[in-house]
């Protein structure tokens, strides 16, 4: 648009082939509000940092980097503040969150914070159980729900910000409602000003301008300075003060208008915090989800090769390199203990024989055999009760089965432990096995050491409740050929379910006995002092429970979490 627009007494036509961005009646309001000033020749847009107080993030964010990282728990442990804007970016509040390389648990935490649902899974017992620690010993502010009877779908109540703009000004039509209103008592002190100035100073009535020629109009709004001069009379300090006084409150008024119509810009990442309640995680369930390996059903040249083909027996063709290795590494006992092989053999595959995969003798002469679990899962129940049966038909018998795993299903690594008239042994695999190259290029790995048992004391209290501790672990001594056991300093976590119903462990109590000081509960402790018994919180620290009565069922479970992340689950029958 073409048209003149006189600002501070000079009038101004736009330039450069392009015209005003607004009505003549929006410039006028421009004016009004003081937002135009003049720019040599050229007239300007005037705005404040306030206009705008927020500025939207970018591709590069510079305050990411490794200065901004917060003490790590895990080696590969991402930046907090990167994940959180991540999720901001893309969800919202009740939106899942998938994280299928969970390490130290930093996404489950950031999308537990901001009120979102996770799914979060790692190939390593270390990462998830250090998730775990994370989670249930976490705190966070309690944001208030927008819609409280919808509750997370309904979404925060986020702090707004203006956003003013040229436009939303030059749109306003208070504006000329309040220099109506307003604008006469600014007249009037100016006025004032005007008739007292010429009466003592005729000849500097222009202000700052006394070589120009005297204008009979006097000073006009823009050219009253912002403090008194000294050279100006004193009967003048009244209607001076009285100009401001009434230009201020104009400006004010105009101020808190543009405010009101402006456009308001949402911050995502600050919702409204309610001081007076805190959250901490909600319930989340820990489960292990095997990888079936199935054949295509023309494979197959029946109903039983068919049930045979998908059973998760771990079939593999890595089975005799890792065969070829266990004979050449043994396996390490506790203590540094060696288990060593004379000879190892792979077993023949056929219809009977699919759970075993090597057979062979102890360099001390008993005979023994391997079952190696999958390539990319856990071992199961079913492989472990498949493979006692594959045993129990060999001639002659063998002495020891050794199932081998790069993880153990809690509840196959129970039955193991539990297994009557021989001696079964869990032995871990180094997940260096999986990469060739890895192994060769570090030949000093271990490959494949014994794993212990969980040592479990169940004691009955006077009061009829129960009380359990944890010695540790039992070791096979190779030497010996026996178990023997193991101490507690090794034990990173255990819990206890107290009414385990033998489909899913549900932990009641759980205890962080190497959580050094201001770790695991001790998190809590500062927090949520209200809600905690601090006379407890020293024994879940420690290796014994607190009294509890029996469950329904009778039956407790105890898994414990080893400082390499390794698990065991221990199931007994209470009295």
Known sequence: MHFPVICCGIPYEPRGG?????TQEGMNRLLKVSRLIPNGINMAYKRYLEDSPVVAHTASWRDTGSGFMSDKMYVVQTNQKIIERCILMTTDPGDLVLDPTCGSGTTAFVAEKWGRRWITCDTSRVAVTLTKQRLMTASYDYYELKYPHEGLKGGFIYKTVPHVTLKSIANNPDIDSIYERMHPAIESALAELNKILSAVHPERIEGQAPTRSPRTEGLQEWEVPFDFPVDWPNSARPPFDAFHTARQAMQRQMDASIAAHADQEVLYDQPTINKNRLRITGPFTVEAVPFPSVKALDEASGPDEADTSIARTGESGR????????LKTGIRGNGGRMFNFADLEALPSDHDIRNLHAVGHLDSGERVVVSFGPEHAALEQRQVANALNEAGSLFPLPKIIIFCAFTFDPEAAK??????????????????LLTEDLKKAKSSNQSFWLMGQPEVEVRTLK??????????????????GELISGGKSKIAMWSLDTDYDERSVFPRQVFFPMAGKGEGWEKLKKNLRAELDESKLERFHGTVSLPFAAGDNRKIAVKIVDDRGIESLKVMALE
């Open 463 to 480: 009061d009829g409740r129960y009380e359990v501790e944890v010695h540790g672990f039992d070791y096979f001594d190779t030497v010996k």
């Open 319 to 326: 089975q005799h390199q890792w065969r070829d290795e266990l």
């Open 415 to 432: 039955d193991i432990d539990g297994l009557k008239g021989i001696t079964a042994l869990k032995a871990q695999m180094n997940t260096d």
């Open 18 to 22: 392009r015209g005003w961005s607004t």
